[in-house]
């Protein structure tokens, strides 16, 4: 049965975000993730996970000026020290909570541009190599151009040829379903596919991006065949509630307790 990671930028916002992961625990989720978690002391993060007997199932590396509208930094071959300082910056993070999966944005650039793509495999490789030490996966994220016009890694099988191209074994794929349908669609046949560099799941329903099952996906058929796909991480539910947490949760009832059975 799938596992679930609340994703806490998103999810039991009605509430300050250290305050969520009590939430999330109360309502039956046993791991969680969030965007950015450097607002706040690595321990008190890792200290509420303690305390809520939660996994990090992942987050994000520094992206830049998020408020600006930056995006990551590296398609940007000027920025590759920030990026360096960032990724040390993460690294405190991923001890403190035990994370085992960072991922990389890549900046608003675009992809036809050979000094973004030479920059971005760069940061990549330097990335991946430097997780490898800490024992961490590198997971890339194609994103779609609705929720996030010009984005520079949006096309998963860009993605996927570099990952082959690369063939570092800590460098894996994000695979959002949410995003896979907006710009490919066979979504399915997309995970059965890529499956073998798939480092981590996400779900929300298309097109308006709510909980699972209220769009035009048959999310119970895709958890299913991540189960059968053999599948065994987290997927994290990156999606916005409709009209509150709790009360959105009905999608989850069946999947309580995962662990357990």
């Not at 520094?62 to 990026?83: Q, T, Y």
């Not at 360096?84 to 990389?104: F, Q």
């Not at 050979?114 to 994103?143: F, K, M």
Request: proline share 6%; net charge negative; charged share 25%.
């Amino acid at each position: 049965m799938p596992r679930f990671a609340a994703n806490l930028t998103l999810m039991f916002t009605e509430v300050p975000f250290l305050d969520r992961f009590a939430q999330a625990a109360e309502a039956g989720f046993e791991a969680v993730e969030f965007l950015f978690p450097y607002d706040h002391p690595p321990e008190a993060v890792g200290e509420r996970l303690k305390a809520h007997g939660l996994t990090q199932a992942l987050f994000n590396l520094p992206p830049g000026d998020w408020a600006a509208g930056e995006r990551g930094l590296a398609a940007f071959p000027g920025r590759f020290e920030e990026l360096k300082g960032g990724v040390e910056t993460a690294l405190g993070y991923a001890r403190a909570t035990g994370v085992k999966r960072l991922h990389l944005m890549a900046g608003m650039a675009d992809r036809a541009d050979r000094q973004a793509q030479d920059s971005y495999r760069r940061a990549v490789t330097w990335t991946a190599e430097r997780l490898q030490q800490e024992g961490l996966d590198l997971v890339l994220e194609p994103i779609n151009a609705r929720n996030m016009p010009g984005y520079f890694l949006n096309d998963f099988g860009f993605a996927a040829d570099l990952i082959r191209d690369l063939a570092l074994p800590n460098l894996k794929l994000q695979f959002d379903l949410y995003h896979c349908q907006i710009l490919h669609g066979d979504v399915t046949m997309r995970l059965r596919e890529l499956m073998p560099m798939i480092g981590h799941v996400q779900t929300a329903s298309v097109p308006e991006r709510h909980e699972p099952g209220s769009g035009e996906m048959n999310d119970a058929f895709l958890f299913a065949e991540l189960d059968r796909l053999g599948y065994d991480g987290f997927i994290g539910c990156e999606y916005n509630p409709r009209a509150g947490t709790r009360e959105g949760l009905g999608w989850f009832a069946p999947y309580k307790g995962a662990r357990a059975s």
